[in-house]
């Protein structure tokens, strides 16, 4: 490596001058040695604060019954005093293979069944042609599901 003529040479001469002869910048000098051991130091200590912020995630993602994503989360995170980035919440779920699962659609209800009422009497009989008008009505509701949500659909007949 290109390293060692300046090694052993910088007590002669000037560093710089040393760098600029090998075509090597001072600032890569300078970090090489320490550089692998900083990084393995960083590395470990992010892991370890990955781990811990690994614990507080899954106790939010429980807490939410697993629908909050990344930027609930994140948001739940800060509330709590946590200071992290909403990127490292994304990549600590995505690594760890915690996402939100989908919400159904919920569908609206147009009876209820668990009721103690009695229903009303059926008048009619299934006899719906009369004689004079507005003396029977038939009505029925329905619901539609369209892409900007679900619409009530009345139609009345006299």
């Known amino acids: ?29 300078h970090g090489h040695g320490a550089g692998e051991a900083a990084r393995e130091s960083r590395e470990a200590g992010r892991a370890a604060r990955d781990k811990a912020l690994l614990e507080r995630i899954s106790h939010f993602f ?24 909403e990127r490292r919440v994304a990549r600590i779920m995505q690594e760890n ?23 009303s009497s059926n008048l009619l009989q299934r006899a719906f042609h009369c004689t004079t008008p507005n003396t029977v009505w038939l009505a029925h509701i329905s619901y539609v599901d369209t892409g900007e949500g679900w619409l009530c659909l009345a139609a009345i007949k006299e």
């Open 1 to 29: 490596m290109t390293v060692a003529p300046v090694g052993p040479r910088k007590r002669e001469n000037a560093v710089s001058t040393l760098c600029r002869l090998v075509r090597l910048s001072r600032s890569w000098f």
């Open 62 to 85: 429980k807490a939410s019954k697993g629908r909050y994503g990344s930027k609930r989360i994140h948001r739940d995170l800060c509330a709590d005093g946590e200071s992290v980035s």
């Open 97 to 119: 293979r915690i996402s939100a699962r989908p919400c159904e659609p919920r569908k609206p209800f147009t009876t209820k069944s668990n009721h103690q009422l009695t229903p």
